[in-house]
């Protein structure tokens, strides 16, 4: 219904990094898609399939590790 929504606290400063929140974002988008093209709906496969796009993304671009602590929400 929605896209994922990235809230970040100590890690970027929101204002100046938005394009890469919103690449980061798209990352999340595209592991879903994929995800729901195979028909995978377990909460902790969809977590883990979360965290890891995001943080190989983080890393590459950053060479960071932050906590990502995907949450769903059932609608």
């Known amino acids: 219904l929605a896209g994922p929504d990235l809230i970040t606290r100590g890690f970027v400063f929101e204002e100046r990094s938005r394009a890469f929140l919103d690449d980061a974002a798209d ?8 995800l ?15 965290r890891s ?10 060479r960071r590790r932050p906590m990502i602590l995907p949450i769903i929400m059932e609608v």
């Open 27 to 34: 990352r999340v988008a595209e592991a879903l898609e994929v």
């Open 36 to 50: 729901e093209a195979d028909g995978v709906t377990e909460w902790s496969t969809i977590k883990k399939a979360c």
């Open 53 to 62: 796009a995001i943080g190989e993304f983080v890393w590459a671009e950053t």
